[in-house]
Each structure stands twice: as structure tokens, then as C-alpha cells.
């Protein structure tokens, strides 16, 4: 056999066992669930072809439009809360701006590393009616009869969960950021200073230009983290009272699994993957605008 015939040879053998892998992990369920989503099937017998019923349904149910908001609401607090608060609490460990900075990094990271249902059980105490929250603002307000009932309201039920979720999940960024700040050479920032730069200088432009493609990694993180969130807001409320903070993947695990209608959760998981890639391509028109003036 020739070199370049057992070249081949080799490539073929490393690389059919992935795409094998793959093809059956990934590809295969996305075109089996494309398929499914045209169907309404119960999960026994034949299923049913109802071509674009089930996307109509779930167009016209006010529970997935309300769960959407609440999806996009996490999206934004995870992009605009978790992503910029992470960079600045890493950018002021980095530069020592603050003492003991280790035990800050390790306080701030340590929430990641709990279970997202034990996190959803403690924080589900501290904001009920019998509660922390409610307590302090009984005497704040010097009414002992003030109950939270923040969960009873529509629009604010959510609140609560994305005051968690970013509290959990910050440091995860934070951590991200301190590694890769780390590996920017610290005689730009020594040059920099001695030509005169500011610290407001020195942070827009040396340290953002640097840092512009690890910041959109995180974003594309956070982007996809928020669609599929289930386990956290599954244990702190099950989406209830009434679907109040009910997301999509709550949505599609109850249509699913618990009222057996396996079309519509292959329709909603649909939408969970186009609204992804539609949110992931405005970042990636944002990502080349900032790296085009960073040039």
C-alpha cells in the first residue's frame, strides 16, 4: 500500500467511528424529531401525519407565548446581567483592585458548583410567604401580617428565578474570564500605563479588544443555557402558579411526557432549536460588527 493510500486508510479509521457516533446521537434524532413534529402520536400505535397542526397549536396557546417571554427574559439577564457583571467582577480580581481577591473568586464561583435542585430548594424558602424576604420586609414595613406573594403576579412571578440565575451562574463567567485575562501579556498593560493610559483606558482598549471572541463564546453559552432552562425552575416552581414561570422546556416536557402527546414536544423542541440558531446568528452579526472595530 502506498503512503498515501494508507494515509487514507488511517483518516478513514480515526474518523468514521465519530461520524458513526455522531450521526446516531445528533443527526438521527434532529431528523426523526423534524419528522415527529408533522405528527400527533401518543407515544402507541401509528402515528397520525397532521403536517403543521401542532405548530399552529402551539402558536395560538397564550401558555407558550407567555413561557417564551419568560425564556427571553433569561436570555436577556444571562447575556446582559451574568456575561457583563462576570467580566467585571473577574477584570477587578485581575488587576488586584480589591484585597483577598481569591477568597472573592472562590465565594462568587462556589454557587455553580451546588445542585441546581438544592439550589432551587433554598431559594424557594428564603422567598416564601414564611420566608427571609418576607420577614425582613415585615420589619422594614412594620407589618407583621405582610405575606410575598410576588408569585401570585403574573408578570413579576419570574422574578425571583432570575435574581437565582444570576446569582448562580455568574461566577461560572467570572471564572472563564480570570483564565483568559491571565493569558494577556502583561507588558501591554505595563506599556500602556507608562504611556499614560487610564484605568478606563487600559480596559477599553486593550483589554476588550483581547478579550472580544471569549466574550462571544460566553454569550453563545448563555444564549443556549437560557432556551433549554428546565432542572432549576422545574424544582423551584414547576412552572406554576398557574404557568406563571413556566419556559419552553417546562412547556415541552408537559406536553411530552405528561399529557403524552410526543408530536407537539418534537414541534416545541423544534422551535427551542430555531429560536437558538435565529439568537445565536444576531450575536454573530453583533460578534463581526466588534471584531471588525477592534481590528
Avoid at 467580566?87 to 465565594?107: C, D, K, N, S
Avoid at 420577614?135 to 412571578?157: G, S, T
Avoid at 474570564?177 to 501579556?185: F, G, R, S, T, V
Amino acid at each position: 500500500m502506498t503512503v498515501k493510500g494508507t494515509r487514507k486508510l488511517s483518516f478513514a479509521t480515526l474518523t468514521i467511528p465519530a461520524v458513526l457516533i455522531y450521526t446516531s446521537v445528533i443527526i438521527f434524532p434532529i431528523i426523526f424529531n423534524i419528522g415527529l413534529s408533522f405528527t400527533k402520536w401518543s407515544g402507541l400505535g401509528t402515528p397520525q401525519w397532521v403536517w403543521f397542526d401542532q405548530y399552529r397549536r402551539i402558536l395560538g396557546d397564550p401558555v407558550f407565548w407567555h413561557g417564551l417571554r419568560n425564556n427571553l427574559l433569561i436570555v436577556a439577564v444571562s447575556v446582559f446581567g451574568q456575561i457583563p457583571l462576570g467580566f467585571i467582577l473577574a477584570y477587578i480580581i485581575y488587576r488586584r483592585m480589591v484585597t483577598a481577591g481569591r477568597f472573592f473568586e472562590v465565594m462568587i464561583f462556589l454557587p455553580i458548583t451546588i445542585a441546581p435542585v438544592v439550589v432551587a430548594i433554598l431559594w424557594n424558602q428564603i422567598f416564601s410567604p414564611a420566608g427571609i424576604v418576607t420577614e425582613l420586609v415585615r420589619i422594614i414595613r412594620n407589618d407583621p401580617r405582610y405575606v410575598f406573594k410576588i408569585f401570585e403576579n403574573k408578570q413579576l412571578a419570574i422574578l425571583p428565578i432570575l435574581f437565582v440565575i444570576i446569582w448562580m451562574y455568574t461566577g461560572l463567567y467570572m471564572v472563564i474570564y480570570i483564565a483568559n485575562l491571565q493569558k494577556i501579556n502583561p507588558e501591554l498593560l505595563e506599556s500602556a500605563t507608562i504611556d499614560g493610559a487610564s484605568e478606563g483606558q487600559i480596559l477599553v482598549r486593550v483589554i476588550i479588544p483581547l478579550m472580544v471572541h471569549i466574550i462571544f463564546t460566553t454569550t453563545i453559552f448563555a444564549v443556549t443555557g437560557s432556551l433549554k432552562s428546565f432542572d432549576l425552575i422545574w424544582a423551584f416552581t414547576q412552572g406554576g402558579p398557574a404557568h406563571y414561570t413556566e419556559v419552553i422546556a417546562i412547556y415541552m416536557y408537559l406536553n411530552t411526557f405528561r399529557y403524552y402527546n410526543y408530536g407537539l414536544g418534537g414541534a416545541i423542541s423544534m422551535v427551542i432549536i430555531l429560536l437558538s440558531i435565529i439568537i445565536i446568528l444576531l450575536t454573530l452579526f453583533v460578534y463581526k460588527h466588534f471584531e471588525k472595530k477592534y481590528e
